[in-house]
């Protein structure tokens, strides 16, 4: 196993890479399809990665999101390149990864609900930002509380942030604190930014199993004051906003404990 490493602001991202020195064929082009998008990429724009349920959610209901996406990214064979996914279509159906969609002029939104395979998460994130040459990148993602090495004490959630050396607005939220990480997609997007110089943030959400899905997807709310987004955010009241929520987060037969383990 591979281990990349960067250093953002004075704390750690790490991305995984399970790649080894076996023979089994490696991620290429044909794991991951990339559509052509269907807008020029907005001069000044700011790209949002909803990383999960939860975050896919806030975004969903707080955010304007145009109904189509303008750009996606689906697999041929979702069990090379998808967590959980234990059959693959064998190349004849394209099994969806993340969307794209329009929220304001400046902003677009990335839907991404599915968790990658480390060693795809690099790929996935070079081509999203190829695609669309965002001039900043917030990142959202919801882990689970006994993620954090050391939680603060009687709080069921909490936010905290990371974020590149070319950010140059006021820190999303509390610092992540050493010796804590982050792995997969959120760490690739902070590395691949961090060497593009493109100002990239990322906003944890730790939350309990005690805590429900309505409580986690309003935790985000500071965000909404945010400079970068705000003609994407719907006037909404939480009260207004919370039949919204239950709705998207009831799927039928679908099991959520993987959210809150």
Same mark, same amino acid.
């Given at each position: 196993?591979? /281990? *990349?490493?960067?250093?953002?602001?004075?704390?750690?991202?790490? *991305?995984?890479?399970? +790649?080894?020195?076996?023979?089994?064929?490696?991620?290429?082009?044909?794991?991951?399809?990339?559509?052509?998008?269907?807008?020029? $990429?907005?001069?000044?724009?700011?790209?949002?990665?909803?990383?999960?349920?939860?975050?896919?959610?806030?975004?969903?209901?707080?955010?304007?999101?145009?109904?189509?996406?303008?750009?996606? #990214?689906?697999?041929?064979?979702?069990?090379?390149?998808?967590?959980?996914?234990?059959?693959?279509?064998?190349?004849?159906?394209?099994?969806?990864?993340?969307?794209?969609?329009?929220?304001?002029?400046?902003?677009?939104?990335? !839907?991404?609900?599915?968790?990658?395979?480390?060693?795809?998460?690099?790929?996935?994130?070079?081509?999203?930002?190829?695609?669309?040459?965002?001039?900043?990148?917030?990142?959202?993602?919801?882990?689970?509380?006994?993620?954090?090495?050391?939680?603060?004490?009687?709080?069921?959630?909490?936010?905290?942030?990371?974020?590149?050396?070319?950010?140059?607005?006021?820190?999303?939220?509390?610092?992540? +604190?050493?010796?804590? #990480?982050?792995?997969? /997609?959120?760490?690739? #997007?902070?590395?691949?930014?961090?060497?593009?110089?493109?100002?990239?943030?990322? !906003?944890?959400? *730790?939350?309990?199993?005690?805590?429900?899905?309505? /409580?986690?997807?309003?935790? *985000?709310?500071?965000?909404?004051?945010?400079?970068?987004?705000?003609?994407?955010?719907?006037?909404?009241?939480?009260?207004?906003?919370? $039949? #919204?929520?239950?709705?998207?987060?009831?799927?039928?037969?679908?099991?959520?404990?993987?959210?809150?383990?």
């Amino acid at each position: 196993m591979n /281990e *990349y490493e960067v250093d953002v602001c004075h704390r750690h991202a790490l *991305y995984d890479s399970d +790649e080894d020195d076996s023979n089994e064929p490696q991620l290429g082009n044909d794991d991951l399809s990339f559509g052509s998008p269907s807008v020029e $990429p907005p001069k000044g724009g700011t790209l949002v990665f909803a990383l999960g349920r939860i975050s896919s959610v806030f975004v969903r209901t707080y955010f304007e999101v145009a109904s189509a996406p303008v750009f996606s #990214i689906a697999t041929n064979d979702s069990r090379r390149a998808l967590k959980g996914h234990n059959f693959t279509s064998g190349g004849e159906v394209d099994t969806p990864v993340s969307s794209v969609f329009r929220s304001s002029a400046t902003v677009l939104v990335c !839907l991404h609900e599915d968790e990658l395979n480390a060693d795809h998460c690099n790929t996935w994130c070079e081509g999203i930002l190829a695609a669309l040459r965002p001039e900043q990148v917030l990142v959202l993602q919801c882990l689970p509380l006994h993620e954090h090495v050391d939680p603060p004490a009687s709080v069921s959630c909490f936010l905290r942030s990371l974020h590149t050396s070319s950010w140059r607005q006021a820190p999303l939220a509390t610092f992540l +604190e050493a010796p804590n #990480i982050v792995k997969g /997609e959120a760490a690739a #997007i902070l590395t691949q930014c961090e060497m593009k110089e493109i100002p990239a943030a990322l !906003l944890v959400l *730790y939350g309990s199993s005690s805590q429900s899905g309505l /409580e986690s997807v309003n935790a *985000y709310l500071p965000l909404l004051s945010n400079s970068l987004i705000k003609d994407a955010v719907r006037k909404m009241s939480p009260s207004k906003a919370t $039949p #919204i929520i239950k709705s998207l987060l009831r799927k039928p037969n679908e099991d959520f404990s993987h959210l809150y383990m």
